[in-house]
């Protein structure tokens, strides 16, 4: 799905991914899309050497009228996942932690997330989370 300012965000099939791996985030704040709706969050359960990581994927599991070939696909957060890749390309999260893009060479921004051009040293360091730890990003 493609929105304005945003690097598209991938909605995959529940046949198409590893589902018994996930279970529905305990104590996630509820998100809501004015235009998509209420958000399921998903906790993709952690496996030998990983920890769970809370909030790594989310679905709208009755979206808003427009939207319904969403319903029951589950979108990823790839800076919250060990990779991700379009056609064999590695993705790049979208900045800022709360949108869920995937950038790649095809894609071009600026993209809502990212910090104002002007800002210069005033801009926040990004803080993103990764495996369930909190990192200092660039």
């Known amino acids: 799905m493609l929105e304005t300012s945003h690097p598209p965000t991938f909605y995959v099939p529940r046949s198409d991914a590893r589902v018994e791996l996930l279970s529905m985030s305990e104590g996630r704040r509820r998100s809501v899309c004015e235009w998509k ?3 399921t969050h998903w906790t993709l359960q952690g496996t030998a050497g990983h920890p769970p990581v809370p909030g790594a994927a989310w679905s709208y ?3 808003r009228p427009g939207y319904e ?3 029951g696909h589950i979108a990823f957060y790839p800076e919250l996942v060990e990779g991700c890749t379009v056609d064999g390309e590695p993705v790049r999260a979208q900045a800022g932690g709360f949108y869920g893009g995937w950038i790649t ?3 071009t921004g600026p993209f809502k997330g990212e910090p104002a051009p002007w800002a210069g040293d005033r801009a926040s360091p990004r803080i993103r989370r990764f495996r ?3 990192e200092a990003g660039p």
């Open 69 to 71: 070939a969403i319903a």
């Open 61 to 63: 599991e009755e979206p």
């Open 105 to 107: 060479d095809e894609v």
């Open 37 to 39: 709706g209420v958000a």
């Open 132 to 134: 369930g730890r909190q």
